[in-house]
T-cell receptor, first 114, second 108 residues
Framework: NAGVMQNPRHLVRRRGQEARLRCSPM?????VYWYRQLPEEGLKFMVY????????ESGMPKERFSAEFPKEGPSILRIQQVVRGDSAAYFC????????????FGPGTRLLVL | GIQVEQSPPDLILQEGANSTLRCNFS?????LQWFHQNPWGQLINLFY???GTKQNGRLSATTVATERYSLLYISSSQTTDSGVYFC??????????FGKGTHLIIQP
């Protein structure tokens, strides 16, 4: 049973470019969460999605960041016009039915903005 | 929002030693998880433990929900136990709120 998958594992972008991070949840899981870990900081919640719905986006920056979890395919975290401060590790997690259950984490995508 | 505090922030031990890591949280929770982030950055699930006691090999955890704290015990430490240990909680139906972690170094 494959775990949470994220790709790419490493992503390098120049300032002003777009970054697209993908997350495939564990089989049978319909809830997806995105977290960001800035250098030397802890993990911060960004957004919680179910299929085709955003449940909670209270942790998402108001500009340039968006997330989706379509009916088919992986969840996508999109960062437009990246800046150096966006350099971080972005983790995706999934759970079966709710946030109150165990959340399983993927390996993360390390984004470096030059 | 809910506050999560972990102690100690840093811990250096010799191989074979035992340790206790603490997590205090400011309100009732529906979910509490302990994670180990290894030196390669991977987040490894250790326990889902909103209440009660669990054991897995050399690791065990206890959460006393009424007193709003959880403890992670590591016995007979090995160098591979090094890394950062995070406690994280959910209140309501949103994402995990993480503590700042305990940075553990096990010296041979």
């Amino acid at each position: 049973n494959a775990g949470v998958m994220q790709n790419p594992r490493h992503l390098v972008r120049r300032r002003g470019q777009e970054a697209r991070l993908r997350c495939s949840p564990m089989k049978g899981h319909s809830h997806v969460y995105w977290y960001r870990q800035l250098p030397e900081e802890g993990l911060k919640f960004m957004v919680y999605l179910q299929k085709e719905n955003i449940i909670d986006e209270s942790g998402m920056p108001k500009e340039r960041f968006s997330a989706e979890f379509p009916k088919e395919g992986p969840s996508i975290l999109r960062i437009q016009q990246v800046v150096r401060g966006d350099s971080a590790a972005y983790f995706c997690a999934s759970s079966r039915t709710s946030a109150q259950e165990t959340q399983y984490f993927g390996p993360g995508t390390r984004l470096l903005v030059l | 929002g809910i506050q999560v505090e972990q102690s100690p922030p840093d811990l250096i031990l010799q191989e074979g030693a035992n340790s206790t890591l603490r997590c205090n949280f400011s309100d009732s929770v529906n979910n509490l998880q302990w994670f180990h982030q290894n030196p390669w950055g991977q987040l490894i699930n250790l326990f889902y433990i909103p209440s009660g006691t669990k054991q897995n090999g050399r690791l065990s955890a206890t959460t006393v929900a009424t007193e709003r704290y959880s403890l992670l015990y590591i016995s007979s430490s090995q160098t591979t136990d090094s890394g950062v240990y995070f406690c994280a909680v959910v209140r309501g139906a949103d994402g995990l709120t993480f503590g700042k972690g305990t940075h553990l170094i096990i010296q041979p």
